[in-house]
């Protein structure tokens, strides 16, 4: 039987393939945190693509701005520069065609000079991918042995880790609740693209699922109903109106004003008339995504072998609409948290990603030490 060796990991890249950024949280060997932010655009290349000026090295600009990477006979373009290129935001397909590439991306900045490193990749999968995790694994494994990028060629030797959406927080109610183990927990994080389920049992992983009941749903059906207003351009303003930096009236759903930033009419009665249907349309779009969204969580907690102790909810989404939630989840299911009450440092925060970093900040305070201690070959 051969020996085990221990592979002596430089840092950790633990990569969260969210649909409205990708974030990665570098952590290094001294317990250093770095935290990146990506466009989550990816477009494909042909060879002839890298002699465009576009694509020509530029030392004052953030490297994340001009990635692309490349490896055996794939180029791909990604974050701001695949936008140039009018890359895929990813919504309409499944996330792991996208993943290697948006990895490479992701890690490459991190290494800067260091062209050959041993590290450990985790990467958090929404639960529609889930099942492609051993394939993702290997075909990352082998992508970092060497790939290229506007840096140059990078040669990483790369323990591959997948984990579920969700299983950070998870993983952090075991750590901190002496009860865990006795308890069935179900955990529904809400982002962009999915609402996602992973459910635990005794400690045991009972349910993993994925809907089509994210945020884009909701931005959506708005878009759906109103006039000349895309997704793209709705969905920072449904953002803002759902969630003011300031309190509103427990019976007002949402604030007018961010809606006015996107009228036709410029001023006057016409601007106003334009306001009222958007705020009308966004109202009923509201009412239609927590009838839905609630009542496709209440039926995987339905499917619990016995009773639900506790529910956690997270993700961008959960944080967005919180109060909404709160109101009508009390009514279905009392025993809920956000979050599970863990809150980030505000040292991380300097990418204002709030509690979009929870999952995968959990995540990696919960593993990095295993990680740094135990891995071998």
């Not at 592979?7 to 409205?20: A, R, T």
């Not at 970092?144 to 299983?167: D, H, Q, S």
């Not at 919180?322 to 989840?329: E, L």
């Not at 948290?337 to 305070?365: C, I, N």
């Amino acid at each position: 039987m051969p020996r085990s060796s221990k592979l002596s990991i430089e840092q950790i890249n633990l990569l969260d393939y969210g649909s409205s950024a990708t974030k990665s949280l570098d952590q290094t060997m001294s317990g250093a945190i770095t935290v990146r932010a990506y466009d989550p655009q990816v477009v494909d290349l042909i060879p002839e693509d890298l002699k465009d000026p576009l694509f020509v090295y530029k030392p004052t600009v953030p490297i994340e701005n001009q990635a692309w990477v490349s490896w055996g006979d794939r180029i791909y373009a990604t974050g701001k520069l695949a936008k140039l290129k009018r890359g895929d935001l990813s919504l309409h397909h499944l996330k792991q065609e996208r993943i290697i590439p948006k990895s490479l991306a992701a890690i490459f900045p991190s290494l800067g000079d260091r062209r050959k490193a041993t590290i450990a990749v985790v990467g958090q999968l929404p639960a529609g991918e889930w099942a492609s995790r051993d394939e993702l694994s290997r075909d990352l494994t082998q992508a970092l042995k060497e790939f290229n990028t506007p840096l140059g060629v990078y040669k990483v030797k790369a323990t591959v880790i997948f984990m579920p959406e969700g299983a950070g927080i998870v993983a952090y109610k075991e750590m901190n609740d002496p009860n865990f183990y006795d308890k069935s927990i179900a955990s529904f994080i809400i982002g962009f693209r999915n609402l996602s389920a992973l459910v635990v049992e005794g400690g045991v992983q009972s349910i993993i699922r994925s809907s089509k009941w994210g945020f884009s749903a909701l931005v959506q059906d708005v878009s759906d109903h109103v006039k000349e207003q895309s997704v793209e351009r709705l969905t920072p303003i449904l953002s803002r109106a759902f969630n003011p930096p300031y309190r509103l009236e427990s019976n007002v759903l949402l604030d007018r004003r961010p809606f006015f930033e996107i009228t036709h009419a410029r001023s006057g009665a016409k601007q106003v008339q334009e306001v009222d249907q958007l705020v009308a349309a966004a109202e009923a779009a509201l009412e239609r995504y927590l009838k839905s969204a609630i009542g496709w969580m209440q039926g995987v907690v339905n499917e619990l072998s016995g009773s639900c102790d506790e529910v956690i909810l997270s993700g961008g989404t959960a944080e967005t609409l919180k109060r909404h939630f709160s109101k009508r989840w009390m009514q279905q299911f009392p025993l809920y948290s956000f979050h599970a009450e863990l809150s980030l440092p505000t040292s991380l925060d300097d990418k204002e990603l709030g509690v979009r970093l929870l999952d995968p900040y959990a995540a990696l305070m919960c593993l990095s030490p295993s990680i740094f201690d135990a891995i071998t070959v």
